[in-house]
């Protein structure tokens, strides 16, 4: 009983202890580039939203980033990231709390790894090294636990979800606990986290198929079917929606964030770099493509009783072949980009497989040969890397070198020789312990492998903003605004600290609670980003401050009319000073200082989201419009209809009652109502509904259908098996394939 929850503690206090190496380094590791101009500002934004009870699916003020659905991780159908929302909401240091939340994530993911491991019938130990290895691999650690947090919370309730789904299929369990995990996994709208999961269901089908145990195939189905309904209701208005955004959807390769077969071949070092192209050039400099120092002790695995035990464990085969295709594939594969963020898929595949190996299919004997096999790959995944990166020579030869004495003392006690440097009587000492002692020194090891790993690696390959970490000192921005706001140019220097006076960056803006249009967007629509030549994270290029104010060759009217902009504020360290310093006539300067200017329309007009054009002939009055829509009355019109523009994007989902969305934007990026002539004195309604949501509200239904029949399942299950376990209780080993282990 001890050892079962030994175990799992050892697991928490190791990943604990290793996730704290890297801010020894840099105690900002976990909050750089999208962190900071995305998920914290995103966070804090759900949890203003919840707070409010504010539950609209878009947001016209920040035009091509109101569209919430379309850029998914916004929790709209995620309960877990309204709480997060709402501590963030209520946080007074930004960097603490993406800290605590990340590493939370890195723990969930470890104890989930652990009981899966273990539902695999791996041992306690192994299970518990492999648990402790993957949260701390490198592009886990690197890439999605310091920035790309949406990928790290996602990934880290695919373990959970796969052994909770495993003992509803296979053991009759309750399904509520694996259909809520999916939700958690789903509802952070990460699509590679959701592919991952539909194959793991799809290989846990496979799994019942071959048992022939007709109940756990009906359960599979089951359970499938409502993941797979949740997806359609959190993932279908963004397939609907990318026809009209500016996501490459082409099959090309770039290089971009590629993954070669000598980088994977290399992925037991744990310092250095990959060969790989990265935004800031050809390396990373960092050892994204890591894995775990113990990968060769695979060296010591018996590939024939492995595969025996791999047929009754076919989902581990499924999940790895399928990330190792995903993490090949090239940079551009339709809306897949960057296959890099696949390694933790494939981490976990891996360190499964090397668990259930090492605990049930080590050689019968582990001869001299294998030891010198595990050091050959040791040896060549070194020199690769060294090939890649000759700087890090000096600890990639100290942990080699390391890595090699580790092996050693591993071949020494699986192969029953005991350490000679102990005493004679070592062996007979570690027959009996061999396992445990490997499991807890190598955990050990892998937490200490980290310090030289961040000694020549420090710090996440992705940008630091070194925007301030107290939130309050995003709220002093702006305050002489008026009304919609754009910004015009972008942070000039991010290693000045003055900068962040003036200036935010990205979803940062929500925190100073202007209606600022600058923030962070991984949808875009094109013909608004061409007219504002707005990047990801919200900076825009300095061609803008005449584009704003340059009558538009459709409606006459400027950008900044259309758009309903009030105030403007420009940074003098990009936007050219002859621009400026032209204000036009009815704006007047109400802030400027060395760094940026504000200004502001004397007359302020009414925000994005309303009618702001109608034409020749046509009148209308606005009664009322909310982030949803608009309801006006038509007042006049000529006998041919007219038209009218909302300063809104002409998204997929937007209807008219009582007239017609146009089939062309206005000015290319507007909204436009088409009305007929009989429509005089009537009442239009244009409002915004989710893409396809008759198919959402169907996979809602289904999910809550296959709840409520799961108890008929059941039954079946028990009138077929005579018990609820009978398949969870085959033994390792035996010919069906259906091996369980009480976690």
Known sequence: MQSKIVWPILVVVAVLVGASVPLLFDHGFYFVDDTQS???????????RVLDLDWSLINPRVWQSGNYLAEGAWGIFSPLLWLVGI????????????????????????VGIYALARNFGALRPWSALVAVAAPLAGFTLYMDASSWVNGLMAWSFLPLTWVLARRAVLQAKSPVLPILSAICLVGIGYAHATIFLALVLGALIVEAFVSKHRPSIVRAFGLAFAAGSFAVIVHLPGVLTAPVTGRTSTYENSGLLTVNLSGLFASS?????????????????????????????????????LWGLLRARLSIVIILIAALIGVLLPSDFGALRFPVRMMPYVT??????????LSHATAAVIGRGRFLLAGGFVLVGAGLTWAAAPQYIKLLLLVTVIILAALWVAYRILSGRGLPFLGSNTSGRLAGRGVATLG?????LTVLLLVPQHVSSPTSPLPDYNVPVDVSEYQDQLQSAEGDVVVVGGVPDVNDPDAWDELL???????????????????????YNNLTCMSYNGSTCPDLYDRLFEPMDETGL????????????????VVPRRDWNDVPDGWAIVEDSDQTRLIVR??????????????????VSVLSEDAMGVTFQVDAVGPDGGQVALSRIPWPGYEAEGATISDEPVETFLLGVDIDASQVGQTVTVSFHSPGYPLQLAAAALILLILLGWPVLRLIGRRRDGNTNAVGRLAVGSRRPAPEVTV
Do not use: H
């Open 87 to 110: 501590g963030a909401y209520y946080a007074g240091n930004a960097l603490i709390f993406s800290t605590v939340i990340k590493v939370t994530f890195l723990l969930l993911g470890a």
């Open 38 to 48: 995305g998920a914290f500002g995103q966070w804090y934004e759900i949890g203003r």
């Open 440 to 444: 807890w020194t190598g955990i050990a």
């Open 505 to 527: 960056v990205g979803n940062l803006w929500y925190v100073a609670e202007e209606d600022v249009q600058n923030a962070y967007s991984a949808v875009y629509y094109s013909p």
């Open 348 to 357: 976990l595949a891996v360190l499964l497989l090397l668990a259930v190996g």
């Open 558 to 573: 400027t950008a900044a009319d259309l758009m309903g902009i009030s105030s403007v504020q420009s940074v003098k360290g």
């Open 269 to 305: 070092t744990p310092v250095g770099t990959p060969s790989m192209l990265f935004f800031s050039g050809n390396f990373p400099y960092a050892p994204l493509l890591y894995i775990a120092w113990f990968l060769p002790l695979l060296a010591f695995v018996d590939f024939g009783r």
């Open 602 to 619: 004397d007359e302020p007009v009414p925000g994005a989201g309303s009618v702001v054009w109608s034409s020749e002939g046509t009148e």
